[in-house]
Structure formats: structure tokens, C-alpha cells
């Protein structure tokens, strides 16, 4: 069993170039895998299925494909795509996971997440995640025109954007506390997340493992994890 893992893609109209790297990476090195799982941001900003840019419906049917093809492909929800839902998931094949999510691997099991939530020290961002996670306050939103929507993603991300510039990259890691109060509740060895941007293979205590999946941008990532163990691949995007 072949397991990939990507995350953080950010895709949007600006960078069409990322669009084709991940549909290259669909039609090539993901028929490798029997599974793959998108850990989050896949998308720069998603404001409801019920728009879905012309630009980014190549992405939708070659997830379809690919899903058709016998990979199951497994979605977590991000910062930034926490409005993909059930229309998605059917019009895409892909499975919609929880924030937190533990799977088989040949090496153990692994605990899955965005990244977001362990980063506890970031109040200002977790309390705007709270209302942002809250299902009445999704509904609300999800009936505003899609006008008003890009309007409030175009809002939400002159406020992050201001805000981070002025914190630490401390504050905007996960916490290493958060990281084994997960791990020990998940009763797993390994976690493998995104979110952050620093893709790395953490070495913790007891030989417990913490894999951080990169972003795409002048380079792409994934994870292979197979019998072999797991391996994570930068590579060239053009
Ligand atoms: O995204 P990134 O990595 O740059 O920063 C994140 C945290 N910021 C966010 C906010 C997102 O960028 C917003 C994306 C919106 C897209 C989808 C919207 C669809 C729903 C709305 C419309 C339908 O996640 C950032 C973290 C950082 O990661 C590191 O972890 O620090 O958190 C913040 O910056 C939060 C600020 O500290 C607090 C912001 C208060 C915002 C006040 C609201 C103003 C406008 C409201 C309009 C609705």
C-alpha cells in the first residue's frame, strides 16, 4: 500500500502555474498511489461550492479521474478551504476527513491534521477560528450572494495579512505542547500536518516523528509513505 500526502497548495487564479503542477502531479505521480490525502489548503481561499472558478474546474475533474481510477482520495479541511463540502466531495469522488483523523500506515498509525489548530500560542488567530469553524455561523454565510462572500474572504485576508506581518514566527508555529497533548491523546507516534510552511522531519522524544508537509510554491511537495517508510519529495514545479 502506497500512501501520498499533499497540502497547502494555495490555488487560485493568480498562480496558474501551481494549477498545472497539481494536474501533472494527478495524471503522473499520483497513479503511483493507492491513497492520496490533501492535508488542507488546497485552495487560496474557498468561499462555497457553489462557486467554483473556471480556472479551477480542471482541478475538479481530474480529481474525479483520478478517484475513478481506484485511488481513494481523502480531503482535510484548511485555514483557507474550511467551506469545501458535500457538492465537492461529489462532483470531485473525494472523501471529507475531520480536523483530526488517525489512518494505518506500514510504519504505524499516523495522526492527520491541517496544522492550524496546534497553534495554540496564536490566540488571535483561534478565536477567529472558532467563529469560523462554528456550523450556524458557515450557514449564515453560505446564504449571502457570492458577491457579498468574496467580499468577506477578500476582508478576512487583508486582516490575516496585516496581522501576521506583525507576529512572531514563534506565535505562528504549532506548540510543541499542543503537539503532545495530539499525539498522546491520539496515541500516535507520528503526526503529519501542514499549515506552517516549514517542511521538515521533527525527531520528539521516544523517537516519535512529526512530518510537515511543505507548500507549493517555486517548488512542490508530497510525502511518500509506503513499506518502505516515509520520504518527503520536494520537486520542480515548471
Ligand atoms: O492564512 P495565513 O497562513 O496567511 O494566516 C493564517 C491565519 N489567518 C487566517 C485567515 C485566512 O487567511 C483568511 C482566509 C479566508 C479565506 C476563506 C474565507 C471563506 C469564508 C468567508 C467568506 C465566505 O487563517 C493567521 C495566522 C497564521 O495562519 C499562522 O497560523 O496567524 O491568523 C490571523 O492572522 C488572524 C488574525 O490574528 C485575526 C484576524 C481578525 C479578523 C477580523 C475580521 C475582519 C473582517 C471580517 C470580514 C468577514
Redesign the pocket.
Known amino acids: 500500500m502506497r500512501t501520498f500526502f499533499i497540502s497547502d497548495l494555495h490555488l487560485h487564479s493568480g498562480r496558474p502555474d501551481l494549477t498545472r503542477a497539481l494536474l501533472h502531479f494527478l495524471d503522473s505521480t499520483a497513479k503511483q498511489c493507492d491513497r492520496l490525502y490533501i492535508l488542507g489548503d488546497l485552495f487560496?481561499?474557498?468561499?462555497?461550492d457553489d462557486f467554483i472558478p473556471e480556472d479551477l474546474q480542471p482541478v475538479v475533474d481530474a480529481l474525479n479521474t483520478l478517484s475513478r481510477s481506484g485511488c481513494e482520495v481523502f480531503l482535510q479541511h484548511g485555514?483557507?478551504?474550511?467551506?469545501v463540502g458535500k457538492r465537492f466531495a461529489e462532483l470531485t469522488g473525494v472523501q471529507i476527513l475531520g480536523d483530526s483523523e488517525i489512518i494505518k500506515l506500514a510504519s504505524g498509525p499516523a495522526l492527520l491534521m491541517h496544522g492550524?489548530q496546534l497553534?495554540t500560542d496564536?490566540h488571535?488567530?483561534q478565536?477567529?477560528?472558532q467563529q469560523?469553524r462554528n456550523p450556524q455561523w458557515q450557514q449564515a454565510?453560505?446564504t449571502?450572494s457570492v458577491i457579498e462572500?468574496?467580499e468577506?474572504?477578500k476582508?478576512?485576508?487583508?486582516?490575516?495579512?496585516t496581522?501576521?506581518a506583525g507576529?512572531s514566527t514563534e506565535?505562528?508555529d504549532v506548540s510543541q505542547q499542543a503537539v503532545r497533548e495530539a499525539m498522546t491523546e491520539a496515541n500516535c507516534d507520528l503526526l503529519i500536518h501542514g499549515?506552517?510552511?516549514r517542511p521538515a522531519v521533527h525527531t520528539l522524544e521516544q523517537g516519535q516523528r512529526r512530518i510537515v508537509l511543505g507548500d507549493w510554491d517555486s517548488s512542490g511537495w508530497y510525502l511518500d509513505a509506503s513499506e518502505q517508510g516515509e520520504q518527503l519529495i520536494e520537486f520542480n514545479i515548471n
Request: aromatic letters at 8%.
Open positions: 487560496e481561499a474557498w468561499i462555497g485555514n483557507r478551504d474550511f467551506l492550524d497553534c496564536d488571535a488567530y478565536a477567529l477560528r469560523l454565510v453560505l449571502k462572500r468574496l468577506m474572504a476582508q478576512l485576508r487583508m486582516a490575516s495579512e496581522q501576521t507576529k506565535i505562528m499549515h506552517t510552511h
